[in-house]
């Protein structure tokens, strides 16, 4: 068990996983990496002052359940919830399988689903906690090439808001934070090699707007908050 509040960022990776670690370790918090494996999670907790990583395929309930039971037994009960897991293909809609769609779901609005089972009634009997839903461009809109994973955002951010409506009044904060935007990323930047650095999401800058959700007074909570660049047209 630890003496720091708890935060667990679900999806861990190189990018926004790890920019919402280093935040909240900056805040004080002990901090629960969970991924598909722990090589990387393992290797960000030795950067960070009380962190620990944790095996969890959010496309499996009982891998969740399992892994917050480990979670719960490690450091203790979570304050603050990031769910960044995230996963779609980006194909037309002929070539896009019934697997490729149920997958999508699975990892975007099923795991999202089977982490607040996991977390939300605990923040409700204690009266406080921290559930943010990380979405994407697709959260609002569909397009070509995205009917699997905006299929998918779409549930997640209804379900964002169905728990909002319900788990306000009883103190818990779930809020949902788009990313509209191309992610500052080293295969984004291969990928996009014309495009100026003004362009892209900077992952610690949306990070910083997840420590501002977990921070904001009761009076004035935020459900929706969309990052995007300066720039970007929308």
Known sequence: MTNRP??????VGVGNGAAFARAFDREGYALALLARTTAFGDELARTLTEARAFACDVADPGAVERAFADVR???GEP????????SGVFTGFEATSLGDFEASWRVNALGAFATAKQV????KRTGR?????????ASQRGGPMTSAFAAAKAAQRSLAES?????WPAGVHVALLVIDGVVDLPRSRARMPDKPDEFFV???DVAASAVAIARQPRSAWSFEI???PFGERW
């Open 6 to 11: 708890v935060c667990v960022v679900v999806g």
């Open 73 to 75: 037994a490690a450091l």
């Open 79 to 86: 304050e603050v919830v990031i769910y960044n897991a995230g």
């Open 120 to 123: 939300v009634p605990a923040m």
């Open 129 to 137: 906690g921290t559930l943010v839903l990380v979405g994407a461009t």
């Open 163 to 167: 728990l909002a409506r319900e788990f």
């Open 202 to 204: 900077k992952p610690d």
């Open 226 to 228: 969309v990052a995007r």
